[in-house]
């Protein structure tokens, strides 16, 4: 943490945060300046954050020098990209390309099963499906709950792929964990945190997406809340935020596959769907997220897309599944990651 007086901080002042930092034991070091005195205290951030500083006669401002997630970061351990096995398919560790596919919504079991035996077809590494729902009308449908789950189960066992699927609830997870390979949650959660700390309290994977408006910042301290439960496997997913522009459902933030890539250890996918809204978009925008470097993405199928009930729009046609894999596999061989 570094403390920047005002200008026409006094000796007095500078003194009185000196002896306030030197209380809680960190080591300080007052350098004056020119214009202004900077004074460094190492160790310790959050008890210094806690001291009420900006508050002190003469300070100016609280600059932190280390990043606020830890668990999540790469520079304090974890130099590695961390690397997970999920039911026989690899995600992180920079060599793997892992293609999650699946409905928005399981809306029937013939649905499921035949888009399920369309993506494994395609090669597909995972299923995703949503058993229950977050949506923005409390009048929509908001999934099938536990009989989605029971027709999970039985994708898995026909196709062999492990599932991915939404914990929108404390309430559910022991139901949503007994068939979940990999607990997603929402980006409309990514800041319940109480809800956080019960997914990672599962001992299964979590595919934690980034809010609406969140921070990368903000998302890798949403990590921390999954990773200081136990887990060490969490995935973290660009789905597109908020911004000015109106024209896709939200804006795919490419730039934060390879910032995330810098500041954390952890795997990086990317959902185009949701951001797209559309699916004419989200094959190039699948071919741009494996290009620069995501260890996968998430996307939306259906086999009836325009009869479905939850996103048919940006859904890919089942049909199509498998020419939109090879494409984008081979984006993917550009960053030196073969299918998962
Ligand atoms: C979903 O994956 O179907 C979903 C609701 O995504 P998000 O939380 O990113 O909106
Ligand atoms: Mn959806």
């Known amino acids: 943490m570094m403390i920047v007086m005002q200008p026409g901080a006094d000796a007095a002042e500078v003194e009185a945060v000196r002896a306030r930092l030197a209380q809680t ?15 460094g205290a190492i160790g310790d951030p959050e008890g210094v954050a806690e001291l009420g500083l900006e508050g002190m006669a003469g300070v100016d401002r609280v600059v932190p020098i ?3 997630y830890k668990l999540a970061s790469s520079e304090l351990s974890h130099h590695e990209p961390s690397r997970f096995e999920i039911a026989g ?3 992180g560790g920079g060599e793997t390309f892992c293609l999650i596919a699946g409905p928005c919504t399981v809306e029937s079991r013939e649905q499921t099963m035949a888009v399920a035996s369309a993506v494994v077809a395609g090669g597909a590494s995972m299923l995703r499906g949503g058993a229950f729902k977050p949506r923005t009308s409390p009048f929509a449908f908001k999934g099938m709950g536990q009989p989605a789950l029971e027709i999970l189960a039985e994708a898995r066992e026909q196709t062999g792929l492990p599932i991915v699927t939404e914990l929108l609830d404390a309430e559910h997870a022991a139901a949503v964990a007994s068939v979940a390979d990999v607990v997603q949650i929402g980006a409309r959660n990514m800041q319940n945190y109480a809800l956080l700390e019960v997914a990672g309290r599962l001992g299964k994977p979590v595919l934690l997406k980034r809010g609406l408006s969140s921070s990368l910042d903000e998302l890798l301290m949403a990590a921390d809340y999954v990773l200081k439960e136990g887990t060490e496997e969490v995935i973290l997913c660009e789905r597109g935020i908020r911004t000015f522009e109106t024209a896709t459902r939200f804006t795919l933030d490419l730039g934060a596959v390879p910032w995330l890539k810098m500041h954390t250890h952890l795997p990086v996918v990317v959902d185009p769907s949701h951001a797209a809204g559309d699916r004419r978009l989200v094959q190039p925008m699948s071919r741009a997220a494996a290009a620069i470097g995501a260890d996968g993405i998430i996307v939306e199928v259906h086999q009836d897309p325009e009869h479905a009930r939850c996103d048919g729009p940006q859904s890919l046609h089942a049909a199509d599944f498998a020419d939109f894999a090879s494409d984008v596999t081979a984006h993917a061989r550009l960053g030196g990651k073969s299918l998962a």
């Open 25 to 39: 034991g960190v080591h300080v070091v007052v350098m004056p300046g020119e214009l202004t005195t900077a004074i």
């Open 66 to 68: 280390s990043r606020p």
């Open 89 to 91: 398919r690899t995600i």
